[in-house]
Each structure stands twice: as structure tokens, then as C-alpha cells.
């Protein structure tokens, strides 16, 4: 592999090998981690709205919306008439909550493998320079 000095790029490599991980450990839920991620947001957040959605994951609504309508495609939630009767909000089905409930716990595998791999001072630095680098963004 090719070196390089570009944080970017690191930072994507890392994040692809990273997300190869909790995916192969996703996998018997049928889940990928992002879907996951999204999942459990919005069961977590019960029956958010997509723009307090976007807001909660820090995604834009574009994306989010076409992630949420691929968890709909699969079942995964629905969505409803919020309180208003001009907002939507996206609830998670009966499907979707067993499938959080089976990759909750293959997630918490694959964390706990890369978290024990990482070390408790690496993993806190690590998450260090993450928040600093979340602060830069406008």
C-alpha cells in the first residue's frame, strides 16, 4: 500500500477498514452500519421527524431521506403523519426493532474487539482527535 501524508486519505482508508469490520460482523442481521446507524437513531429517537433526523446524525436531509426510504423499501420502518399534518415522522416496525435488537448485539461484539485491540488510552485518544477534527467543521 502506497503511503501518504494527506490526512484525508488516511482517514478514509482507516474508515473503510473500520466499517469492513462492523459490516462482516453486521452481516447476520442483514444490516450494514450505516443502516444500522440510522436504524437505531430513529428507534432511539421514537418517531423522529427527518430533519431532526438529520439533525441527531448529522447527515443532510437529501441523503438521510434516501437512506430512511431504503430502510422503508426493507420494511424496516414507516412513515406516519406527524402532529402538525404537514411534518412526517419515521417509526421503526416490528421487523425493524428485531432487527436492531440482532445487530445490537453484533455490534457490541465488533466494538469490543476494536476497542480491546485499540487499548483504553489509544481509544481515548483516539476519540480526542476525532471531536477536534468533528469541531472544524463549519
Excluded at 32 to 60: W, Y
Excluded at 86 to 105: I, L, M, N, P
Aim: glycine share 6%.
Amino acid at each position: 500500500m502506497t503511503d501518504t501524508t494527506c490526512i484525508c486519505t488516511k482517514l478514509r482508508r482507516a474508515s473503510q477498514q473500520v466499517a469492513r469490520h462492523y459490516n462482516e460482523s453486521l452481516a447476520p442481521s442483514g444490516l450494514s452500519v450505516v443502516q444500522f446507524s440510522q436504524l437505531n437513531a430513529i428507534h432511539r429517537l421514537k418517531a423522529p421527524s427527518i430533519g431532526r433526523l438529520a439533525a441527531d446524525t448529522h447527515l443532510d436531509r437529501s441523503t438521510l431521506g434516501r437512506n430512511v426510504r431504503t430502510l422503508r423499501r426493507l420494511g424496516l420502518v414507516h412513515f406516519e403523519p406527524g402532529e402538525d399534518g404537514r411534518t412526517r415522522v419515521v417509526t421503526v416496525s416490528d421487523k425493524g426493532r428485531e432487527a436492531v435488537k440482532t445487530a445490537t448485539a453484533c455490534w457490541q461484539t465488533v466494538q469490543n474487539n476494536l476497542s480491546d485491540k485499540l487499548g483504553a488510552e489509544q481509544r481515548e485518544l483516539l476519540f480526542e482527535l476525532l471531536n477536534e477534527l468533528e469541531s472544524l467543521a463549519p
